[in-house]
C-alpha cells in the first residue's frame, strides 16, 4: 500500500533516506533513477477494502469520504482534495472531529470521523500504521482502531514492532479481537 514515504512531491516527508541511498549506491544516477522510483508511487494501492471486516490504510481517514471511491481515486483527486493527504498522514486521537496534526500534513481524527466511515463502507475496524506504539501495536477509538507498527528501534525507539496475521475467514467485530494474531518482535 502506498504511505506517507511514498506520497506526491507537494507532500514531502523527512526524515526521508531512500534519495540519499541510491546516490550513495548509484553515484551521480542516483537522483535519476529515484525520480524513476517515485513514478511506481502512484500505482500503489491507497487502501485496502475486506468486506463487511476491515480498512486498511497507511495514515487515517479523510474527513469529508463518503464511499470506496474516495479511497480508490484520492490520488486522481489531489490535490485539489485533502483524501490522499489524510490516507496518508493521518492519526487518531481519543476525541470528537477534525484538528491540524502537529505532523504538518494529515489531521488528527476523532472516534466520530471513524465511526462515520465505517458505517458508510460497512466493515467494523480501521488496520493502519504510520505511527510509532511503544508495543509495536495500539488500540484506538473504542476498538474500532488498530494501528500496527512494523519497524522497532531508532529512530523511534519504541520496543516493539507488529504485524498482522489472520485468516480472512475469520469474523470480528473488534480490534480486541484480533489480539491474538498479532505478532509482536
Known sequence: ???NHEGPPDLPVYPHDLPA?????FGESGSEAYKITTKIFDYLLNAVFIQDRCLLVHGGLPEKALSLEDFAYAHEMHPKESFLEEILWSDPYEGEGVYPSP???GKLFGWNITERILDALNVKILIRGHEPCDEGFKINHF???LTLFSRRGPPYFNSYAAYLHVDLSEKFDVAGQLSSFIRQF
Open 21 to 25: 541511498q541510491y546516490r550513495a549506491r
Open 1 to 3: 500500500m502506498r504511505g
Open 103 to 105: 505532523r504538518g500534513a
Open 143 to 145: 476498538g474500532k482502531v
